[in-house]
């Protein structure tokens, strides 16, 4: 059985937890690390830890030593390196959220530590546990499409989403979070590119993008800057905090409801009380915050043998959706992830015909999209994954070792600086 320790207890990192839960015989949670005392103690009930093994931070865990196998880093992204090195040093094993850093330096610096204590690190890409995903990567890599020429993806952040993450939400702002949008949110897209890719560097990334919708000259006109205080158009406005949060409770709960953990499940009228307050960002106007991430972004990358990709972000879509194509020499893969579905197309040389499709739906093959945790499947297959390492297991091929999600995050980290400074940037 592998022992591990929660650092940071938030959403995700019980996500992961909730593992053990399904499989006590595999993992077992033995200690928290959370400077926030609600979060340790419900920690502490969750998994009948005791005080001793409750901590006020990782770096006050890092300081008594290795007292378990492993560690599950849910803190937030600029967390990610400053709590993961002392707990490597420790001796630790980690499964780190991504971004697993903000910045190409430190990137450098966490794989050199790794090196160095001779440390596991694991990044949390849930989606190449995704059905979806994994059934195509078998795909490509049976050569079901021959070589692959370009790949083309796309991330559409819809409405509720874009606004109560990137609009009023934790990732709105850089200078805050230490991520941008692209890395926030894509770093997974651009780590499905180079998995697909499998080992071929990336060479050349060029971007495009901004933020030109959410901003004060494209409010609404007579628009109040709280949606449940002073504004007369809330009734007929499509980011209404009343309609996003209030007619939706449980959408985005754990951001839009964080600041009330410590009530026993407030009601509908504490939650508008609550969404009242001039402090709470929830309730203002998307048109008039101070987020300065954008809300569109476009990638092209060359990899080192010759191949194209692209992928484009776009925030405000009325549907949530990520689209993959994928083209070979000898076929081309296409499909929605939120459809469970894909499409293979071979050419068709007979009369008459000019190309084959073979229909993949995942639902009807009995794999359904959320039936084993979020992110189309992934998050608890991730976790069990992460388990079988540490026991020793082959990696299996969604496995994402710091080494293999390197390549997806200097993407992003070129992309947003080229786009900065609107110029090519070679890798
Ligand atoms: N894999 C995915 O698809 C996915 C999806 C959503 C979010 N994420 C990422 O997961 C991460 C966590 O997001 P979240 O919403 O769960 O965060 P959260 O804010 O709910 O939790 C972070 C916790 O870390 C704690 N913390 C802060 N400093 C600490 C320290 N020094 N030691 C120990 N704990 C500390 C905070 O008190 C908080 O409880 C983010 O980086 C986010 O980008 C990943």
Known sequence: MITAIIVGAGHRALVYASYAKAHPDKLKIVGVADPVTLRR????????????????????????????????????????????LPLLKAGYDVLLEKPFAISEEEARELHAAAKKYNRKIMICHVLRYA??????????????????????????????????????????????????????????????????MSGVNPAKVASFGGLHYFCRKNAPENSGEYCLLDCPIEKDCLYSARKHYLDHPDRWSFYVWAGMEHMNNPTLEQKEEFLKRKDNPYS????????????????????????????????????????????????????????????????????????????????VHGDT???????????????????????????????????????????GFCADKSMEENRIVNL
């Open 131 to 196: 059905p979806f995903y994994y059934e195509i990567k078998k795909r490509v890599l049976n050569g079901e499409i021959g070589k692959i020429m370009n790949i083309q993806t796309a991330e559409h952040v819809s409405y509720h989403h874009v606004a109560s993450c990137f609009i009023r939400g934790k990732w709105h702002r850089k200078d805050i979070c230490g991520s941008s949008a692209l890395m926030a949110k894509c770093c997974h897209d651009l780590d499905l590119l180079t998995w697909f």
């Open 369 to 411: 999209t959320g039936a084993f945790g979020g992110h189309g499947g992934g998050d608890l297959r991730l976790a069990a994954d992460f388990v079988s390492l540490l026991e020793g297991n082959h990696p299996s091929i969604s496995c994402t070792t710091l080494e293999d999600s390197i390549n997806g995050h200097l993407i």
């Open 284 to 363: 203002r106007c998307v048109w008039k915050l101070d987020n300065n991430v954008v809300d569109r972004q476009s990638v092209m990358v060359e990899f080192a043998d010759g191949v194209t990709a692209t992928h484009n972000m776009v925030c405000g879509t009325s549907r949530p959706m990520r689209k993959i194509h994928i083209i070979g020499s000898q076929g081309e893969i296409h499909g929605i992830m939120d459809d469970s579905r894909f499409t293979v197309y071979h050419i068709d040389l007979r009369p008459g015909h000019e190309y084959s499709e073979t229909e993949i739906d995942l639902n």
């Open 41 to 84: 103690e419900m920690v502490a009930k969750e998994y009948g830890l005791t005080p001793e093994q409750c901590f006020g931070s990782a770096e006050e865990l890092a300081a008594k030593g290795k007292i378990a196998d492993a560690i599950i880093n849910g803190t937030m992204d600029r967390q990610h390196v400053p709590t993961t």
